[in-house]
């Protein structure tokens, strides 16, 4: 009895040390797919687009911003693109700028640095601006991929200290890493990151690269066509 019991205290042991599985997200897109990890040290993030996607809200949206060397941004409800009873698609029109559709609600802000920040490939929230929004709550639904710009040590070392002004610190880590790879620091400590790319930078690529109109909006629809929670 006690050789028995002594194996299933391992057993819970072990259980509880192992490593838990990180929650991927799938986004199969008209450019090719890309998928995402979600942080677990932002679960109310984690939990809320994880909850979306399972919904299929993203479903059939478009990256309907876009800027070159800096992100592809989506997650707008009004940007859903319509099948018609003859089965072609309509796309939003022009006319209306998208950007401002969401959930009805917003999320508390859930800055990790210098653990999450805004390298190459970051999974990012968007936000309303500081003069409506202080708290820097973040959008309900909407998001952003970084690509950001490539960096030398002279103009990064001026975003360092920008930062620095704010109270913000760019740790050895986070200068090796936006050397090597690129990014936004500039949105560090003011808009939550709660994940990143593990696979298809090469869309994220050729997304941000498309042409655009004045109002950033790919000038050929760029659709989510499905958002599928692998685990």
Not at 14 to 23: N, P, Q, R, V, Y
Not at 193 to 208: D, L, R, S
């Amino acid at each position: 009895m006690r050789h028995l019991l002594l194996i299933l205290f391992l057993f819970f042991c072990s259980s509880l040390g192992a490593k838990k599985k990180a929650h991927i997200v799938r986004l199969e897109t008209t450019a090719g797919v890309i998928r995402v990890e979600l942080s677990d040290e932002t679960p109310l993030h984690r939990d809320n687009f994880l909850k979306l996607c399972k919904e299929g809200y993203y479903d059939s949206t478009l990256f309907h911003r876009v800027i070159k060397d800096f992100m592809i941004h989506g997650g707008d409800p009004d940007s859903r693109v319509r099948r018609q009873a003859d089965g072609t698609l309509l796309s939003p029109p022009r006319e209306k700028p998208l950007g401002e559709g969401d959930t009805g609600y917003t999320i508390e802000a859930e800055f990790n640095l210098p653990w999450l920040y805004h390298v190459r490939g970051a999974l990012a929230a968007a936000r309303e601006g500081d003069d409506v929004n202080p708290e820097m709550r973040s959008s309900g639904s909407q998001f952003y991929i970084v690509y950001g710009r490539s960096w030398g040590e002279n103009s990064l070392g001026k975003q360092r200290a920008a930062l620095q002004e704010k109270g913000i610190e760019m740790n050895r880590e986070m200068w090796d890493d936006y050397l090597q790879h690129g990014g936004s620091p500039h949105l560090d400590g003011t808009y939550t990151v709660f994940g990143n790319v593990i696979e298809g930078m090469k869309v994220v690529k050729a997304i941000q690269a498309v042409p655009t109109d004045k109002d950033d909006r790919p000038l050929e629809d760029v659709m989510i066509i499905r958002a599928v929670v692998e685990n």
